[in-house]
DNA sequence: ATCGGCCATGCTAACGTCAACATCGGCGGG
DNA sequence: CCCGCCGATGTTGACGTTAGCATGGCCGAT
């Protein structure tokens, strides 16, 4: 591999210094139009491409955005990779991803993305304490997807999808169809969307003044839903709000073994409206995150930061689509 | 933000040169025992980190891997590249993410890569033909995952699961039960994956001497299984080999909406073990591909290559895991 | 005509690291 | 006792880029 085009050969080719070149790379306005396009005539007859990592090197920055997770498995959070993954790019930024080992990482693996240059990280917060008591590398912004809004500020950022609300309109749907209880199968208590979907559940039941059930507990996958309900299904259940598709998934097998049919005996209702949903048996009725949109509010809040405006506080809208697994609850 | 700790700062706490900062760095034996261990300390008080981008510029080497897909939110992908990461981050290269705008855009993808200076790429091939009419960056080095062996060689290596193994599995499972024909639901034709995993099942029909029908075609999304099923179910079908897990989900809905029961009518294979697998209703059969290996072997093969070993060909077995969406044909 | 100011462009140095070569001291063999 | 070698360490420069300042020409205002 013969050594690569740099800015020299361009500048030498053009009949300008290098300077003139680099003017023309980052769009100066210095730069006389005829000299502009003998720069770029050269750049093109070379094949051109700036050297990130010399770019790097001399600015300090490296239009790489960073992402953490602790898995990257996950359906929600691969969904969100996939639209910061766009965002990024359509930015000119590169994305880089780390996974967290452990659940207490997220110092070392902030710390490992200051060491690789970013210049800043969306977090997708699933331990909201285990984000929350991270030390952030001096310099780095941080995005932090999903968590309360309480450390915001400064070069922390905040986005979040409005589970509260999404969760509130499912039970309320529920309640509006009949439902005299609505139970709620809750997601693993150390994370901040689960919480916020318990809430939105009380939200409705308090609205309506009807009391709420202790909630069931799983760990937002399929499995764990099914044992929830195979371990403590309450007696005269007709509604659940699951936290989660997959969740609502187990759960509905669970309740097809023990001789319930969905929606007849009981209605259920998921959250994410994950791919598969309208795919599930019955179809699900559940609580659609805008990915796309969280993805591109996260970066651009952080590059707002970066390029030193202000980061602020994002909320996306969630959306109740209704499908076959729920109807009134039967007479009698 | 105060200047970073440089080399030049650790030399002068230790009072030894930058070059000899460089040399304990590096793991270079040309040290002194007493004198690396004071540059430690030094290193260690101040918090020294080297700087990837000055490393970068100086040997050309970024340290970084490129993963390229034309989605990152699919199940298979998103294992994939849970696996391709951490694989990375354990040999301590960092790892890049790209999605394809088009399905032609390979090239410019690779292009970017090479822009952005990533050692090496890890391709999750998903048609074919747009990876094989790509133009390769020179001194980029590839690993295809999931293409057909032809193009191995060179700088691009090649690591694929045993498809076609886990199809034969899967069918011939189903034979043993006793079904005297195996129906397919294949993936789309562009797709490797789904040609070898039709080769298998064409294989294992073969081996039986059953003649094989013509195969049912869908998209990998459960919703393409099921409008496959809607639309054109076989009459006397009593075995049901779908190229994917979600596909068969899509495929078990249709057969129910159409009164067959699974297994106790149809029995039903699917292909992943994807995490809801063992949730669906019934649980799953399915052929389970063992993606930390897949991943793990992409990144060997990779790093190898850029290192300078030969790159070679891999096949990463499947395995056959039997849940209770299958059973032996009801005598009739 | 003179001068200040502006515009286009060039020159120099520096970002942090490492490869290549230089230096220095000690030690064993002749 | 001197030479040559080796092992440990230092010096220099370059990777490709851009910030900051310098230069020189032109124009309008005085």
Redesign the interface.
């Known amino acids: 591999?013969q050594r690569r085009v740099s800015m020299a050969d361009v500048a030498a080719r053009a009949g300008v210094s290098g300077q003139t070149v680099s003017r023309v790379v980052n769009s100066s306005p210095r730069v006389d139009a005829a000299t502009r396009q003998r720069v770029e005539r050269a750049m093109a007859e070379l094949g051109y491409?700036?050297?990130?990592?010399?770019r790097?090197?001399r600015t300090g920055r490296?239009q790489?955005l960073g992402l953490l997770a602790t898995?990257?498995?996950?359906?929600g959070?691969?969904?969100m990779?996939?639209a910061v993954?766009?965002a990024a790019?359509s930015r000119g930024y590169?994305?880089?991803?780390?996974?967290l080992g452990g659940p207490d990482g997220v110092s070392a693996a902030l710390a490992q993305f200051?060491?690789?240059?970013v210049d800043g990280v969306v977090v997708l917060n699933e331990a909201t304490a285990a984000t929350e008591s991270a030390t952030i590398p001096?310099?780095l912004h941080l995005v932090v997807v999903d968590a309360p809004p309480g450390r915001a500020g400064g070069s922390v950022g905040i986005v979040q999808s409005d589970h509260r609300g999404g969760a509130r309109a499912a039970t309320t749907h529920l309640l509006a169809l009949g439902h005299a209880a609505v139970h709620h199968l809750a997601g693993p208590a150390s994370s901040f969307a689960a919480a916020e979907r318990e809430a939105g559940w009380r939200d409705a039941l308090a609205d309506a003044g009807v009391a709420a059930p202790v909630p069931l507990r799983g760990d937002w996958?399929?499995?764990s839903?099914?044992r929830a309900i195979v371990e403590r299904m309450p007696d005269a259940i007709t509604a659940l709000f699951a936290a989660n598709d997959?969740m609502a998934?187990?759960a509905?097998?669970a309740l097809?073994e023990a001789g319930r049919r969905v929606p007849e005996d009981v209605s259920v209702v998921g959250f994410d409206d994950v791919?598969?949903a309208?795919?599930?048996?019955p179809?699900l009725t559940t609580v659609r995150q805008d990915f796309d949109e969280l993805g591109e509010r996260a970066v651009h809040a952080l590059i707002a930061g970066i390029e030193g405006e202000s980061t602020s506080v994002g909320l996306v809208p969630t959306r109740l689509v209704e499908r076959a697994s729920t109807m009134p609850p039967r007479r009698g």
Chains 1, 2 share one sequence.
């Open positions: 591999m491409r700036p050297h990130r990592a010399a790097a090197l490296t790489t898995t990257l498995a996950s359906v959070n691969s969904r990779l996939q993954a766009e790019a590169a994305l880089t991803v780390l996974t200051g060491e690789q240059g001096t310099g996958s399929a499995a839903g099914h997959q998934l187990g509905m097998r097809a791919a598969d309208a795919d599930y048996r179809p």
